[in-house]
């Protein structure tokens, strides 16, 4: 019985990798997969979420060591610098040190309330510091759009103002419309339109922690739980859902609320203007003398939303999770016994909590060209589930075959996927920049979460991950990107 299950495993094994010679070692490929621990997986996500790296913040030194430690295991396992015999791709990245967790105290007719940190507020990772107290303008989203006829700010006076903003646009089908509605979707312009109205803080009714927003001289801002912008609007008999509801209708409902209502916010931060990031990029060189010039890039950010005023987000499921996957991936090809016969890339991307900049600067200087680069799959959010999703297979079905069937046959995980449709909205992942392009592009991530999700919260630790999962997405990687990489039909 034993020999026919062995036997089993090598005809399933030649059928799903065709494009793997015959004459390889098919135990040796399956020896390597059983070797992926979840294990050592957790022990990269707990280096990664360690104090040590300060919650890896873009640009700031704690990231640039979290880079270098990454580098080093590439460079034990023996995966070649890809950057011209370096294994970092620099570029600029300016940030701010939340020096201390500040304050928000909100006053409504003489009662002053102070909000719990981290349930009610966060302070803004690029605020200014100082200690602002000031009357309230709800200005809806923010936007001054003439050319849609829409402004938010056109019946309220700002200056010397503390605004409460919303995120996002009015406009949120995504159709060409959206379009339109995208450039005023960003946390950057909405910041420079409310200082360019004369506003001199900010209330931001999305409680997370941001560093995708911009240092502004005198400017001072926090996030806020939206329960407490809800409080703020009942105090001044206003309702807060019927509010929204006429921004959902591209109204521009913005008022200035009742003398009474003041909001303040105290901030200390360290501004570092001329900082950099890097991406850590590493690389296999295919074993076949035509195809190692073509590539697949296995990536996922590296980066996290480090600290705020002594208070670690560890950043553990944002994405430690899927570093750790892609670092087990990387030594499994590494020691494999089998070879891809195209070259694969690993990018470990930073910047991608500023704003997709280490993505944005891969795409503008790739280090493969585009037009040889069969895939790229980026991992995200890879660490607490039971289940799959890989986006674009239904469009890649020729390249989301070879995961499919690895997870048939060796993984037996829930795996779901869909078509690629067109984002006329912000980007949100660095995967888009890739697209953008013209590569090829999957995103995995994890289905029906086991633990709650901690979204950019410093309850985002290892204690919040299944480690199964995460073994089984370095096990699908190795699979299926060797599938890809050998199949000589592609």
């Known amino acids: 019985m034993k020999t026919k299950i062995l ?10 990798f065709s494009g793997v010679a015959q004459e390889e070692n098919k135990d040796k490929l ?10 050592e997986i957790m022990g990269y996500v707990e280096e990664l979420s360690s104090d040590k790296y300060e919650g890896r913040l873009s640009g700031s030194p704690e990231y640039m060591e979290a880079a270098k ?10 995966i070649s610098p890809a950057n011209q015999g370096s294994y970092f791709q620099y570029f600029p990245n300016e940030y701010s040190d939340v020096l201390e967790l ?83 979707a960003y946390h950057r312009y909405k910041f420079k339109n409310a200082v360019k109205h004369g506003a001199a803080g900010m209330i931001y009714a999305s409680k997370i922690a941001n560093p995708n927003t911009v240092h502004l001289d005198g400017f001072i801002y926090a996030h806020v739980e939206p329960k407490i912008v809800e409080q703020i609007f009942a105090d001044a008999g206003k309702d807060y859902s019927a509010v929204k509801e006429q921004l959902k209708n591209i109204e521009a409902p913005s008022f ?52 705020m005023g002594g208070v670690m987000f560890p950043s553990a499921l944002d994405n430690a999770s899927g570093v750790a996957d892609i670092l087990a991936a990387a030594k499994a090809f590494a020691q494999s016994e089998v070879k891809p016969k195209r070259s694969i ?32 799959i980026n991992l995200d959010m890879v660490g607490n589930g039971t289940g799959f999703f890989l986006t674009g297979g239904n469009t890649y079905t020729d390249l989301f075959r070879h995961f499919e069937s690895a997870n048939n046959h060796f993984i037996h995980r829930g795996l779901q996927t869909n078509a690629v ?9 660095d995967a888009s920049n890739f697209e953008n392009v013209g590569i090829p592009t999957f995103g995995l991530w994890t289905r029906n979460s086991v633990f709650p999700v901690y979204y950019h919260d410093p309850r985002d630790k290892t204690d919040v991950l299944t480690p199964e999962i995460m073994e089984d997405a370095a096990k699908l990687l190795y699979l299926g990107i060797m599938g890809v990489a050998n199949d000589e039909t592609l």
């Open 7 to 16: 036997l089993s495993l090598v005809l399933i094994t030649a059928a799903l």
């Open 421 to 429: 449709t067109k984002n006329y909205g912000r980007p949100r992942s």
């Open 345 to 376: 890339l690993f990018i470990l991307i930073g910047g991608e909590e500023c704003g997709l900049y280490g993505s944005k600067q891969y795409a503008d200087h790739p280090l493969f060209p585009v037009e040889k680069t069969r895939l790229m």
């Open 69 to 78: 430690w990454c580098a080093s295991k590439f460079e034990e396992w023996g």
């Open 256 to 307: 200035e609320l009742p003398a009474g209502q003041k909001i303040k916010i105290s901030a200390k931060t360290l501004y570092h203007p001329d900082a950099q990031a890097c991406n850590v990029v590493g690389m296999i060189e295919g074993s076949d003398p035509e195809l190692k010039d073509e590539v697949i890039i296995v990536g996922g950010h590296l980066d996290g939303q480090g600290q």
């Open 102 to 184: 500040g304050e928000v105290i909100y006053t409504n007719k003489g009662q002053a309330t102070k909000l719990k940190f981290p349930e009610e507020y966060l302070p803004g990772s690029n605020s200014d510091s100082g200690t602002l107290e000031a009357e309230l303008v709800y200005v809806g989203h923010g936007i001054t759009a003439p050319e849609l006829g829409y402004d938010d700010y056109k019946n309220v006076d700002v200056k010397g103002k503390i605004i409460i903003l919303e995120t996002g646009t009015p406009y949120t089908k995504n159709d060409p419309e959206l379009g339109k509605w995208t450039p005023y």
């Open 30 to 39: 399956l020896e390597t997969f059983h070797a992926i621990s979840s294990n």
